[in-house]
Structure formats: structure tokens, C-alpha cells
């Protein structure tokens, strides 16, 4: 494998930028890593096939493990009798709620699930026990031996309905005795005068939006491995993306000290947020383990991915925005029904994020939302890339786009005299620093010939745009605690290689290589002399995870924060070899090299070697912690807090068949602020990801439920890849990348987020273009050709027929 | 369990198998070749593609019996010697990989493709690329890596 360079192109030089926490460098004139088109640490080990994966691994005397699941949406569990299954030859164990009858949930104000049900089912799909046996085969056939005894409850498969409904049994026990025990969470905050603004506005734009519930469909199904041994110690190998949160869950819902209990995260096949909690075979594998002392290995079926769901919540929503006649909002107000399915999840934050996300990029004098997530006889909904703020994003845009056309003004124009700007509070008090929409805006303007194009192209074809804002990180853990977010540690040995241990989630979001990409950066080590050994339990400090966006903010800064601790005493070593002064010594191209005096210069490995006998064994930890001062204090305040905001901004360009309704988006151009982009092919490998998942949902994808009268109530309509349409090569459009920075103050080397806020505005930018086309306004996801042809023989803008 | 005999990457290999394994469970559990993976248990996804007797297989839909005799190649099988095949440093060029579970599949597809049409444009490589599922990349910077390393296989 020699010659295999690993830079293409030189670096962007930026211009210079304030410090962060360990952040950007304000003195640096060129940046030698950062900012190239690089491989990734991982990508041959998976072009080859070597990268092992959860299911990949076979333990000695593993057993596979299954999990009966409820045929009924709704039930009490009446008797459970497993004693055919357990006098099945090849058995080696069966396990029912009862065996672990603690309640757990990823929000810890809401734990309201079983690992297996204890009395009652709350979805079709929900655990009710589970079995480890010699082989796939056996277990499948104990399955059918448990017998359920269930005593049918009535479902609630509509949020409206759960809503409305005045007695029991509800789906959960009110917490309360008389409330109404199908409300998850109920959220309504205001800010500035809601119906003054509405009043004085000159136009008052009122419009009803449903956003169907989706879900993550990563390829790799959900899959772990449980081993016990005799001395205590439980691992746990698991396709997670948050191994902090699932140790402690084990722990505390299996009653096992911390201490002894390993989460291990191999690589995981994709994620998008439905791996972020954890999972019925989870403590399944664990306790199946504990209880024969055998490795214990259970692997979801496809169908069984569709039913563990965590995906987008159906949105029901209503939007009144007001603008003056130039186009300025002066007020927004929302109502949102959340349809929750069958458990909280980490439904308590999508229900503020629900409002607490759309104030940037554009500016609100007031602006209210009152958001009601409830439950309902489904799987449970969680947080899928652009958790909770994806849906009114949608509906928004859409209002924006019926502002612009109503006062008739170019809708980018709009957007532009409506931003926020930069180093600013929004309406709730969300602090936000660096801001590159305009420049987004301007991007995809001249990208798409957009001037060419709007309002300019035959009936049929359209273009529109959308912009929107996400967060980098959450300001707060789930769990209330004053430790770093991130932290990392890293160790030179005397070859001159450097380890990292990392406790983030590689999930193909490229972690592992942005620490490497860092860590060579810092100290001047060629990437190829770089390790990281990533997400184990036992041996890497704590990250709590791959969700909402945060971890090359939050753990890149931790990564600069250790590796400038080792720099400084390598300077210092070798300062004192060469009778100069530390700043003198400069760390790149594998060298220490006096500045000024290149001539002057030894190999890294010398002078790691200096320092550590100096110094003693070479090593460091970094960390992260986020500021605390980015928020309002009022209750809920903290919930859409983040250290930094990205930015971003699409047009797309349709065809709409009027005689189908058949939509065909030939290409999305995406911009997107992501501060610094450490490595442009990442970046734009999210950007591209995150516009066809967006893509995606606009046009195909829904995770519905049939009702009764459909067959049975509470099942999945269409539990597969192939009918549950994700986009193949053929249906996906065309994407284009324009990376926008605006150099975070407070992001390594400026860096902020990109693997989510980069989906949302996809899907208004899609309805804003199929306007363009046809002249009809699509309300309701997805726009499939049935509901695109309805709306537009509705509005009688058809030429045929 | 029943006796199998396969040409795998141009082993002879023999495994006692359930008489109802697939090619993948073979691969998999029986011969110790995880780089073909199972990604929807019935021939939707594409991650289990391998490539028999010059074509793209679906491999978790094949019985196993349907191979015998032929020749099969798997992910673990493109690169030759130390040397990767151009696709499979392509696609670690171009960033065509992030969670890497589709990818021996795609890989698998693109090769058998290359190894027919040495040339194929953009249009030609969607097409032979429309049985195989990314989650991640939206497709773009696969297309990338299997055009670039076409231009290498034909320069």
C-alpha cells in the first residue's frame, strides 16, 4: 500500500479568527491538515470487507438469541406460559418482563419502558420475552412454543383521538390521578407580543401542514452480542451510537455495579438517530447471557427494525405568520400535535424542539408554539437526523415561500431581508455566533441559475428554495451533570505513532478520522502514524455519543485540547535541546523544525523521544465542556441551546407530470455553513447524505400503520426495503455540495456541524418548487403522485382531462 | 447438515451446511467471510451482492446449491495481492464509503460491471448500481469512485 498519499489539494487559507475553548488558532496563517480532501482512517478496512461489524463476530459457544413480540397493539398481559419452549432441546434459557421489571427511558424524567413488557403491550411489535438457543433455527421454533394469554385493550391509533380521550385505560398510567394518561409532554411558550404582531401585520398567512412519521432504515440492522463471565464482568457488544448512556441503562436496569459492566460499539452500518437509546435486545443479550453463562447474540430481522422505529414523529401542525407588505415577519404562531407512538423516547426534548428550533435564520419579534405529543398503540417515534425541528422547518418555509408570492417578492429575497445575522439572540434567547446563510443564500442563487429560472420555466418544471438552522451539540447531557460532554486521550509511544482513545461513535459520519485528521494537525504526525481505538467502555474516556450533531465540535475540541498538552511539553523538551524558546519549535511534516532555521530540524520520533525523557511516558487527556451562557433562564430555555448554529439553504428543481402527479426533483444544489470543513469530502459526503434523506421523505418514504379495517389494527403497513420505498440510485437526484464557512469562534479550527442541518430545507425547497410547476401548494408529506394529482385536479390546474 | 463444495476467491473451499443455507449464510457463518453483508433477509437491499460466474448475485437468495461448481467472488476477493482493485481505492479517495454496510455489495456490483464495460457513463453506472441501497451518500461520490476507477482500468 505504498504511495497511497493521502491529500489531494491544498488547504483554503481562511483569514484569522478569535480562540475558542482549545478552538480556532488566531495567530495560524496556514493550516497543514485541516481542510484537505483526505481518505478516511477507516474507508479501506471498509471497501475491503474487514471492518467488522457487530454481527460479524462469533464468540465460541455463542447461542442466538430471538424475541417474541405482541400480535396486538393494545393488551394486558394475562399469563405468560414458557415452559414448552424451555423443555425445547437446544434451549438454553427463556426470559420474561418479569425477570427484569425496571423501568428505563433514554430521558431520565421519562422512563416508562420494559426491556420485555411486564403486564401490558402497547404496540404490535413490542417484547414480551425472549430465549437463547443453539441456533437460529431452534430458537425460531421455541418462539412458537411460549403461549401469551392477552386480554385485548382498545388502540389508539390517532394522536387526536388519544388527545381527546376523558377516561382509561389509557396507553400509560396518568401521572396524575384524572389527567389523561395519553400525553407524553405538553409545551407552550411565547415570546414577544404573539397577537400584537399579528394584528399590525399586513399580511397574515394561515396554513394547516401534516408531515408523515418516517424512519431511519440504516442498512445494518440492530444487533448485539451479550458475554458474562464468571468474575462478574458483563459486555456488552452492541450497533449503537451511544455506549455511555446504554453502560449506564445496563447497569441500572440489570442492577450489575458500573464498574463491571463493558459496553463495546464496533463499527456501526448507520445510524441517523436509530440507534441513539437503547433497545429491548440489548438487556436481552445481557441477561440471557447472565443467566447461562454462554455468549448470547440476537440480530433484529428487517421487519424488526421497522417496529423499533425511533423515527420522525407525524406532525400535525397549524402556522399563522404575519409580514409586513415589504415582507418582514412580525410574528409566528404554532400548534403541534406530536404523534408520539407507544413510549416517551426522547419525546420530552422533541416536543420543545418541535417550536424551540425555528428562530434563526430569520428574525421574529414574537413568536409563540404550543406543542402536545401524544401517545399512541404504535411504535415508539424518537429523534431521526434533524430531530424534532425537520417538520415545522417544512411547514415554514412553505408559509415564507406563500409570503413572497403574495407580496411578490423573489423568495430569496426575502429570506435575505429577514435574516438574523450573526452574534445575536433569538426571540427564545438562543445565542448564536457565527452565521453564513446570506452566503448560502447567494450560493444557491447562482448555482441553480435560480434568477434564470423562478417563475421563468415552462408549466411543469419549477425550482424553489428553503434555508435553515440546527444546532451543534445540546448544550446538556440527558442526564443533569457538571462533566465534560466529550473527552479523548492520547499516548506518543517511542516509534513516534500516537494512540487516541476516543469515546465517540464512529457511524460513518467519519469521527475516527476527524481526530486523526487533528491529531496530526496539532503535533505534525503523518495520519499514517496515528491509532484510534474508539468507543469501549473499558478503555476510552467518556463521549456521550453520536447524536444531535455534536461530536466534531464537542470532541474535536477536546482532541486540540490534549494534543496541544503534549505539543507544549514536546516544545519544551526539544526548546531546551537547541537553547531556544518552546514557541520556537515547530510540530509538522513529521519533524520538529526551529523557526526560522530549517536547517535546524530532527524527526518527530527524536523529539517525542526528548520529551518523554523529560517528561516521563508521553500522553494526555482533552475534554470538552460547552458555555452556559447561551441561553434564557425560563423554564425549557436550556432545550435548543448550542454552542454554535449551522446554516444552510437549498434549491431544488422539479418536473411534475400534471397527468400522474408524478414528481421528478432532477437536482438539489446545497449550501451549507459548517464553519470550517476539516475535511471537504466528509463534508460534502453529509451534505449529499443529508439532501437525499430529505429527498427521501418529500417524495416516498412514510412509516404507517394499517387500522382495523385495513386488516389489523397497529400493523406496520409495509415492513421491508422494498416496500417501504428508501431511494435507490435511479430515483435520487442529482446533489451539489457548496461548502460555506464562516469560521465558528468557538469550533476546532472554526468548525461546526453538518450531518443534519443539511436535510431540512430538501423538503420545502421540493414543495416550494413543485409550486413553481403546477401552482399547487402540497400540505401534506409525502408528495406522492396520488396526493401531488388530487391537489392538482383540486385547484383545476390540470391541462388534461 | 449437508456437505458444500465452492470456488471462493479462487479457493476450493468444503463446509458442512443446514440444507436450507443461502450463499450468504455460507459466506458468512460457514466460511468465515463477513464482508458480504445481510442488511433485509430477502433480496431488497443489496448488501450480500457477490459476484458468480461474472455477475452480480444477491447472495441471500441464493441456496447455497446454486453455486457449487461455479465461480464466486466476494469483497474479500477484488483486491489483488497488496494491491486494492482501483474501485476499492476509489471509493477510499472519494469518501464513497461512510458507514461501509453497503459497501462490499456495491463494490461487488460496480466490479461486476467494470469487468463487462470498461467505459460506462454516469447513466450506465446508476442503472448497475439500482439493486444495491446506500443509506449515507445520496450515491454521488460513489458514482465518483467507479468513474474514476474506470479511467484507471482503461488508462
Known amino acids: 500500500m505504498s504511495g497511497r498519499g493521502i491529500t489531494e489539494a491544498p488547504p483554503t487559507v481562511r483569514s484569522p479568527s478569535p480562540n475558542g475553548p482549545g478552538g480556532a488558532d488566531g495567530t495560524r496563517a496556514e493550516l497543514a491538515t485541516i481542510g484537505r480532501r483526505m481518505r478516511k482512517v477507516d474507508g479501506f478496512a471498509k471497501a475491503s470487507g474487514r471492518a467488522r461489524y457487530t454481527d460479524d463476530i462469533q464468540l465460541a459457544g455463542m447461542l442466538h438469541g430471538k424475541i417474541l413480540r405482541s400480535p396486538h397493539p393494545h393488551a394486558r398481559i394475562v399469563a405468560i406460559d414458557t415452559s414448552r419452549a424451555e423443555a425445547l432441546p437446544g434451549v438454553h434459557a427463556v426470559v420474561t418482563g418479569r425477570d427484569m421489571p425496571v423501568t428505563y427511558g433514554i430521558i431520565p424524567w421519562t422512563p416508562d419502558e420494559y426491556p420485555l413488557c411486564v403486564d401490558r403491550v402497547r404496540y404490535v411489535g413490542d417484547g414480551v420475552a425472549a430465549l437463547a438457543a443453539v441456533d437460529e433455527d431452534t430458537a425460531i421454533a421455541a418462539l412458537d412454543l411460549i403461549e401469551v394469554t392477552y386480554e385485548e385493550l382498545p388502540a389508539y391509533l390517532d394522536p387526536h383521538g388519544a388527545i381527546e380521550a376523558t377516561a382509561g385505560p389509557y396507553i400509560h398510567e396518568p401521572r396524575k390521578p384524572g389527567r389523561n394518561g395519553n400525553i407524553t409532554k405538553v409545551v407552550e411558550l411565547a415570546f414577544g407580543d404573539v397577537e400584537g404582531g399579528l394584528a399590525d401585520a399586513d399580511l397574515v398567512v394561515e396554513g394547516d401542514y401534516f408531515f408523515e412519521g418516517t424512519t431511519h432504515t440504516p442498512i445494518e440492522p440492530h444487533c448485539a452480542i451479550g458475554l458474562a463471565e464468571p468474575n462478574g464482568k458483563l459486555t456488552v457488544w452492541s450497533a449503537t451510537q451511544v455506549p455511555h448512556y446504554l453502560h449506564r441503562e445496563l447497569a441500572r436496569v440489570l442492577n450489575v455495579d458500573p464498574a463491571l459492566v463493558r459496553v463495546v460499539q464496533p463499527p456501526v452500518g448507520g445510524a441517523f438517530g436509530g440507534k441513539s437509546e437503547p433497545f429491548d435486545l440489548e438487556f436481552c443479550v445481557a441477561k440471557l447471557a447472565m443467566m447461562t453463562g454462554r455468549p448470547v447474540k440476537i440480530l433484529y430481522t428487517r421487519e424488526e427494525v421497522f417496529y423499533s422505529h425511533r423515527g420522525r414523529h407525524p406532525f400535525h401542525m397549524r402556522y399563522r405568520t404575519g409580514a409586513t407588505k415589504e415582507g418582514m415577519l412580525t410574528s409566528v404562531d404554532a400548534d403541534i400535535v406530536l404523534d408520539g407512538g407507544a413510549y416517551a423516547s426522547f419525546g420530552l426534548v422533541t416536543t420543545y424542539y418541535s417550536g424551540q428550533l425555528l428562530t434563526a435564520p430569520y428574525r421574529m419579534p414574537a413568536y409563540r408554539f404550543h406543542s402536545t405529543r401524544a401517545y399512541t398503540n404504535k411504535p415508539a417515534c424518537g429523534p431521526k437526523r434533524g430531530h424534532g425541528s425537520v417538520q415545522p422547518r417544512f411547514a415554514f418555509e412553505v408559509q415564507l415561500d406563500r409570503i413572497a408570492e403574495a407580496l411578490a417578492i423573489d423568495p430569496i429575497e426575502l429570506r435575505r431581508r429577514n435574516f438574523i445575522g450573526s452574534d445575536t439572540r433569538t426571540v427564545n434567547d438562543l445565542r448564536v455566533t457565527s452565521n453564513g446563510f446570506l452566503e448560502c443564500l447567494d450560493a444557491v442563487e447562482r448555482a441553480s441559475d435560480w434568477k434564470g429560472k423562478h417563475g421563468r420555466l415552462p408549466y411543469g418544471r419549477g425550482v424553489g428554495v428553503a434555508g435553515s438552522t440546527y444546532i451543534t451539540g445540546t448544550n446538556y447531557p440527558v442526564y443533569p451533570n457538571e462533566m465534560p460532554q466529550s473527552g479523548i486521550q492520547l499516548q506518543v509511544d517511542r516509534s513516534g505513532r500516537v494512540a487516541v482513545f476516543s469515546g465517540a461513535s464512529e457511524i460513518g459520519q467519519g469521527v475516527d478520522s476527524m481526530v ?203 415492513p421491508s426495503l422494498l416496500d ?78 | 447438515m449437508e456437505v458444500v463444495r465452492l470456488r471462493v476467491n479462487g479457493d476450493q473451499r468444503v463446509c458442512g451446511v443446514p440444507s436450507h443455507y443461502t450463499l450468504l449464510e455460507t459466506l458468512r457463518y460457514g466460511l468465515g467471510l463477513t464482508g458480504s453483508k445481510q442488511g433485509c433477509d430477502k433480496g431488497d437491499c443489496g448488501a450480500c451482492t457477490v459476484i458468480v460466474d461474472g455477475r452480480a448475485v444477491l447472495s441471500c437468495i441464493t441456496p447455497v446449491w446454486e453455486a457449487e461448481g461455479k465461480d464466486v467472488r466476494t469483497v474479500e476477493g477484488l483486491a489483488s495481492g497488496t494491491e486494492p482493485h482501483p474501485v476499492q481505492d476509489e471509493f477510499d479517495l472519494n469518501g464513497a464509503a461512510q458507514c461501509g454496510f453497503c459497501t462490499p455489495g456495491i463494490l461487488c456490483s460496480s466490479v461486476a460491471l467494470l469487468d463487462r464495460n470498461t467505459a460506462p457513463t454516469r447513466e450506465e453506472i446508476r442503472t448497475a448500481l439500482a439493486g444495491n441501497l446506500c443509506r449515507c451518500t445520496g450515491y454521488e461520490k460513489i458514482y465518483d469512485a467507479v468513474e474514476a476507477a474506470a479511467e484507471r482500468l482503461g488508462g
Open chain 1, 516 to 718: 486523526t485528521y487533528i491529531v496530526a494537525e496539532e503535533l505534525g504526525v503523518p495520519l499514517e502514524h496515528i491509532r484510534v481505538l474508539a468507543g469501549d467502555t473499558d478503555f476510552t474516556p467518556v463521549d456521550l455519543g453520536a447524536y444531535s450533531s455534536r461530536v466534531t465540535f464537542m470532541l474535536g475540541n477536546a482532541c486540540i485540547d490534549a494534543a496541544r498538552r503534549i505539543k507544549a511539553m514536546v516544545q519544551e523538551a526539544v526548546a531546551e535541546e537547541w537553547g531556544t524558546k518552546p514557541r520556537a519549535v515547530l510540530l509538522a511534516g513529521g519533524l520538529a523544525v526551529m523557526a526560522g532555521d530549517t536547517g535546524t530540524a530532527m524527526p518527530l520520533r527524536e523529539a517525542f523521544n526528548l520529551a518523554e525523557a523529560k517528561y516521563g511516558t508521553l500522553g494526555a487527556t482533552g475534554s470538552y465542556n460547552t458555555p452556559k451562557d447561551v441561553h434564557g433562564s425560563y423554564r425549557g430555555a436550556t432545550i435548543g441551546a448550542s454552542p454554535a448554529y449551522s446554516f444552510t439553504a437549498h434549491v431544488a428543481e422539479v418536473e411534475v407530470d400534471a397527468e400522474t402527479g408524478f414528481v421528478t426533483v432532477e437536482k438539489i444544489w446545497i449550501a451549507h455553513d459548517c464553519g470550517r470543513a476539516l475535511n471537504p469530502v466528509l463534508v460534502e459526503g453529509q451534505m449529499e447524505g443529508s439532501a437525499y434523506m430529505g429527498f427521501a421523505e418529500a417524495l416516498m418514504e412514510e412509516q404507517i400503520f394499517k387500522t382495523a379495517d385495513q386488516g389489523r389494527a397497529g400493523l406496520h403497513n409495509a
Open chain 1, 724 to 801: 417501504y420505498r428508501i431511494p435507490t440510485s435511479l430515483d435520487t437526484p442529482a446533489l451539489e455540495s457548496l461548502i460555506i464557512e464562516s469560521i465558528d469562534p468557538e469550533g476546532p479550527y472554526g468548525a461546526k456541524e453538518a450531518g443534519e442541518g443539511p436535510l431540512h430545507p430538501s423538503i420545502p425547497a421540493i414543495a416550494n418548487a413543485i409550486y413553481d410547476a403546477v401552482g399547487v401548494r402540497m400540505n401534506a408529506l409525502p408528495f406522492s403522485p396520488p396526493r401531488v394529482w388530487r391537489a392538482i385536479r383540486a385547484a383545476g390546474k390540470g391541462r388534461v382531462g
